[in-house]
C-alpha cells in the first residue's frame, strides 16, 4: 500500500517545529545500515483517523512508551510524536485512514535513533464498518508466562521483528482463512498477530490479561467502554481454548479495522452478532480523539 | 560500525552486471515502507573474507535459500549472490572483514523485493583470532520441537526480525556476560543469538541438531572438519542444559569470531583448550573460500 504522506522526525531536535522534515514516500529515507531494517530493532503503533482526528491517541503513546521502554530505547517525548501524527493526519486531508509512526535503535553507522511517520489512505478496512473474520488457531510457542520469566523475548512490546506475525498470516491464508488467534503453548488464549481478542461467554465480554505478553488493545479499551457504557459485563481473565468453544461470539480488534467479528473459528462456524457489532462501531466511529 | 562499501541489488534485473549499483553506504537506501524496516520481513547472511576472499560462500547461500523458502521470499539466485559478495569483497580491499547480505520482502507501496550488501571493515574480532567469551544461559521460550509443529514461527530461518537475540545480549550484559546460549523450554540447548554452540563431552565434540529449529553453522560445519581431519570424534546429537555442565569445553561459532571458547557459563569459570582453538582457528584461517 502506497503512504500519501511522509515525515522523518529528527530526534535529536530541540522542539517539535524543527524535528519534523515532509519528505516524498517513494523516495529513500534509510540508509542500509538502519537496524530497522537489519534487526527488526524498533518499535511503532498504528492510530486510526476518524473525520480525520487520530484516535486514542493516549492510548497509542502509553503503549509506544512501554515497548520502547521493554526494547531499552530513549523514552519517546510524547509531544513531539503527538504533533508528528497529528501533522500527518492534517496534510492527509481524508476523513478515515491511518498513521503509523515507527522509533528505530537508528543507523548503526552513527548510533543516533531514527523515526519517521507515514500516513496511510482509507482501504477497505478502513470504511468504519468492520470485516467478518475466518480465523485459525495457531501456537504462538511461548509459555503465558514468558513476559514475566524472560522479558528478552519482548513479548507484550510492539516491536518492529513482526517476521512470526506476517508468517502466520500466510499460515491463514493457507488454511482458507484470513486472521489468527495465537495460543500459547500451556493452552491459553493471546492475541491476532495485530488484534485483540474478545470473547462473550456467559452474557460476560472477557479479554485476556496483558501479563500474558500480549499488547494491551487500544480499540479493545475503547470496544469494553462502548460495551459498558451500554450496561454490558467485562472482565479480563485468561481463556482458554476450550473457553472460546464455549464462547457466542468472538471480535479481533484492532485500530485499523475496529471490533471485526469472528465468523468462523478454524472453519466452525461462528455466531455473528451484528447488533452488538454495529454499536461498538458506532461508539467507535463517534470518538472525539 | 561503519559499513565501507554498499551495493545495491536489482532484483528484477536480468543479469549480475546490471543488477549491481555501487552507492553511498551513508546515504538513503530504503523507504520508509520497506517491509524489511517496518516488519523484519527478510533474511540475511554475514560471510568473513580470509586474505580477502569470502568464506563458506556455498554453505552461506545454502542457508540463504533454507531462510528464504521458511518465509516464502523469492528464491535467491545463486550466481547473483556470489558475485556480489566478490564484488563487495574485491572493492573493499582488506584483508579480513565481513560482508553482509540482505534480501527484504520489499517496499510494501511497490511490492517488489529490495535486495543489498553491506561491507564492514575487520574489527577487533576478526583478526583471527577468536575472544574468550562470558556466556548466560537463557530460555528462547520455545519447545525444541517448533521448528516441526509450528513453522509459522520461523525457528530456522536467519530473519531480520532480530530484535529479540539483540535483547538477550543485552541480558547477557546485564548479568556481566557477553553472550548467550539459548535453551530450549524442554531444557535442550538451542544456539547463540549469533552463533553455534561445540560442546565437548567424553573426547566427543558435539553440537545440536537443527531439527531444533536452530540455524544450521556455517563456521561449525568447517570446524567440525577440521577436528575430524585431527582424529577428533564429532557427532550432531541433543545436549541438555546437564550435558553442558559435564562439557569440559565449550565454543560458539560464528562467521566474524570463528570458533570462540567460553571462558565462564553463568558466572562459573570454565577450562579453555587454546591448543584445540588455535588448531580449529588455524583451519579457518587457512580456508580458500
Known amino acids: 500500500m502506497k503512504p500519501l504522506v511522509l515525515y522523518r522526525v529528527d530526534l535529536r531536535a530541540g522542539d517539535p517545529a524543527s524535528a519534523l522534515e515532509r519528505l516524498d514516500p517513494a523516495a529513500p ?22 473525520d ?20 531499552e530505547l530513549p523514552s519517546p517525548d510524547r509531544v513531539l510524536w503527538r504533533t508528528v501524527v497529528e501533522r500527518v493526519a492534517a496534510e492527509m486531508d481524508v476523513s478515515r485512514g491511518a498513521v503509523k509512526y515507527i522509533l528505530s535503535r537508528g543507523d548503526e553507522a552513527t548510533g543516533e ?25 495457531l501456537d504462538r510457542g511461548y509459555r503465558s508466562d514468558v513476559a514475566t520469566t524472560a522479558p528478552w523475548l519482548l513479548q507484550g512490546a510492539k516491536t518492529l521483528s513482526y517476521a512470526v506475525n506476517m508468517a502466520a498470516l500466510r499460515e491463514a491464508g493457507r488454511r482458507g482463512a484470513s486472521d489468527v488467534i495465537f495460543v500459547s503453548s500451556d493452552g491459553y488464549i493471546l492475541e491476532g498477530p495485530n488484534s485483540t481478542v474478545i470473547a462473550r461467554i456467559d452474557g460476560e465480554y472477557v479479554t485476556p490479561p496483558v501479563e500474558f505478553g500480549i499488547l494491551p488493545g487500544t480499540t479493545q479499551a475503547d470496544a469494553f467502554e462502548a460495551l459498558r457504557e451500554g450496561g454490558d459485563r467485562v472482565a479480563v481473565r485468561a481463556l482458554t481454548v476450550s473457553d472460546l468453544s464455549d464462547a457466542d461470539a468472538l471480535w479481533l480488534c484492532s485500530s485499523t479495522r475496529g471490533a471485526a467479528p469472528v465468523r468462523s473459528l478454524d472453519g466452525v462456524a461462528q455466531h455473528v452478532d451484528h447488533a452488538t457489532t454495529e454499536r461498538i462501531s458506532a461508539f467507535l466511529n463517534a470518538r472525539k480523539g
Chains 1, 2 share one sequence.
Open 113 to 137: 535513533p531514527t523515526g519517521w511517520a507515514l500516513g496511510f489512505a482509507p482501504t477497505r478496512h478502513r470504511t468504519g464498518v468492520p470485516p467478518e473474520l475466518d480465523v485459525v488457531l
Open 52 to 71: 480525520g482526528v487520530p484516535q486514542a491517541m493516549e492510548a497509542h503513546l502509553d503503549r509506544f512508551e512501554r515497548s520502547a521502554s521493554l526494547l
Open 29 to 50: 529515507l534509510l540508509t542500509g545500515t538502519d537496524l530497522a531494517a537489519t534487526r527488526g530493532d524498533g518499535v511503532f503503533e498504528t492510530v486510526v483517523l476518524v
